[in-house]
């Protein structure tokens, strides 16, 4: 059974990008906007309780909950990789830690309109920064970013052993230097998730001009020659056909916009012939340059039972950290993925922070599993600007399959280095004295690993995503890029893409901030290109 319907924008994808454009674009009156998510609406209580990520970490009736290729430097283990499919996306079930990236990181893209002057004001519009207006934060925003409401011994004794290694204090990782060690700030006020949905949806859905379908797969674009006309989507048994009188905008993300324009004929002319679908558009830059930011995990006993670990340890704690949470939204359950952290430079010569390092005062064998029956810590490494880069490919023509995703991580010695000197350096620095009254002893890797050699061998063994991919539908000029400056899709019409596949290469760090700025900025580039 088929229908059809006709609005001015058809968006698919209710992630970060979507929920952004929805908003923007349904502020004028005279415009009909779709939205399409093919999960539920954020309804699951975990959701808007910070710590709640843990719970749907795995949980499939939010999460596409997508798994690697085999990995050809990590033993060929394959990557367990959450992304959100609900109302929302993946801001609806990330670790809420609030991070621009570094200033270089924009500028070094090299493309007009798009260096971080030119997103500055984007990043300030989105905010209602907790601490107030300054020269780098904005008030009044849809998205709340604040300090984490409680401070926390192994933090404070964390910040101060980074000073010890050489790694400075600093208040603000998005002010005006990105370099040295402190507390996160996260999505949040008032102790629950300021999500894309709750942000920038919420109020956009009062509007009669906006129509937010969930449950509905995007199953191809229709095409009128070269120009989008429309998009196909399922509902259940009913296959719908949106046509859109102006344009198509994908804010599927860094996985499933490149899959749904190879879906519809957009792409590397081998792969659809081999799959078996007509080429409407060459474009073999689709899928490919994947980057995302490898993490690696320590784990540290605690001489004191002042972790998350021991809260969850008995009824009566337990019973204390609800209560607490429910009474006054603070203690545990308010706190976000990375508690306190630090960017330094994995080695003194480097011109600026290679590595992001994340403290939580938890400790758990994997993501998703119960935390250790001890008290511990856990202290992360990620390198923050990989050279390798891996690609996402459909495996089929089924739209309900998911795509073969190769991140083709520690493809470089670069990469390889910056791994082995990151977690170095954050052994020496938990090793410093300020640490030394709360470490009981390393857990994970343990004293077998002492050379480089081995850091390596153990970076390959436990190494994973840190749930930051992006680059798959790059902007740029030359022959593999997929968009161009105003996020055009280049060689079709009423086309763009508008979410993180559009970055030329990974932020320095956490990347749904800059994602909400692009989608910020794409929505005003709509506008305008409409207008003229």
């Known amino acids: 059974m088929s229908r059809s319907q006709t609005c001015d924008y058809v968006i698919v994808g209710a992630g970060s990008a979507g929920c952004v454009l929805a908003n923007r674009l349904s502020a004028d009156a005279s415009t009909e906007v779709l939205l399409l998510e093919a999960g539920p609406r954020d309804r699951d209580p975990w959701i808007h309780v910070p710590l709640g990520y843990g719970k749907l970490f795995a949980k499939r009736s939010v999460n596409w909950a997508y798994e690697s290729e085999p990995e050809p430097q990590l033993n060929g283990r394959r990557v367990f990789t959450p992304r959100g499919k609900v109302l929302g996306g993946s801001s609806s079930i990330n670790g809420l830690v609030y991070i621009r990236g570094q200033r270089e990181d924009f500028d070094d893209w090299g493309i007009d309109g798009w260096r971080y002057d030119d997103l500055l004001p984007y990043f300030k519009r989105s905010e209602d920064q907790s601490r107030g207006a300054d020269p780098w934060h904005g008030v009044g925003g849809p998205l709340k970013v604040s300090d984490l409401p409680d401070r926390h011994p192994l933090c404070d004794a964390f910040i101060a052993a980074a000073g010890e290694v050489g790694i400075a204090p600093n208040p603000d990782f998005n002010g005006a230097r990105q370099e040295g060690a402190g507390y996160y700030q996260a999505t949040t006020r008032n102790g629950r998730r300021s999500s894309a949905a709750t942000a920038y949806l919420r109020t956009a859905e009062r509007r009669a001009n906006l129509r937010v379908a969930t449950g509905a797969l995007a199953t191809r674009i229709v095409f009128e020659g070269a120009r989008a006309a429309g998009v196909e989507y399922r509902v259940g048994e009913h296959r719908v056909v949106a046509r859109a009188r102006r344009e198509v905008l994908l804010a599927a993300g860094a996985f499933n916009s490149p899959q749904l324009l190879q879906l519809s004929g957009v792409g590397g002319r081998g792969l659809l012939e081999r799959i078996g679908i007509p080429l409407v558009h060459e474009l073999p830059g689709v899928g490919e340059a994947l980057q995302d930011h490898f993490y690696v ?30 009474m006054s939204r603070r203690g545990p359950l308010a706190v976000s993925a990375g508690y ?105 890797p343990g004293e077998r690993v002492q050379s480089d050699e081995q850091w390596l061998d153990f970076c390959r063994e436990v190494g994973g995503t840190v749930y930051h991919p992006t680059s798959t539908c790059r902007m740029g000029a030359d022959a593999h890029a997929v968009v161009d400056e105003r996020l055009r899709v280049r060689g079709l019409g009423a086309l763009r893409v508008i979410d993180a596949s559009v970055m030329p290469r990974v932020v320095s760090g956490n990347t749904n901030a800059a994602v909400i700025a692009i989608a910020e900025k794409g929505a005003d580039l709509v506008r305008a290109d409409t207008a003229a």
């Not at 008995?314 to 019973?319: A, V």
Request: glycine residues 6%; aromatic residues 10%; positive net charge.
């Open 297 to 326: 995990r320590t784990v540290w006993r605690c001489t004191r039972p002042i972790t998350f670990n021991d809260d969850m340890a008995s009824w009566r704690r337990k019973l204390g950290v609800g209560l607490r949470y429910l």
């Open 340 to 444: 306190a952290g630090a960017f330094a430079r994995s080695e003194p010569q480097l011109a600026r922070p290679d590595v992001q390092l994340y403290f939580i005062n938890f400790s758990l064998p994997k993501m998703g599993e119960p935390l250790h029956p001890f008290s511990a810590f856990t202290c992360s490494v990620s390198q923050l600007r990989p050279e390798s880069r891996g690609r996402v490919l459909i495996r089929s023509a089924d739209p309900g399959e998911a795509p073969a995703i190769h991140y083709n991580y520690l493809a470089t010695e670069r990469d390889r280095r910056g791994m082995v000197e990151g977690l170095k350096l954050l052994r020496r620095l938990v090793s410093s004295a300020a640490m030394t009254p709360f470490v009981a002893g390393e857990y994970l």
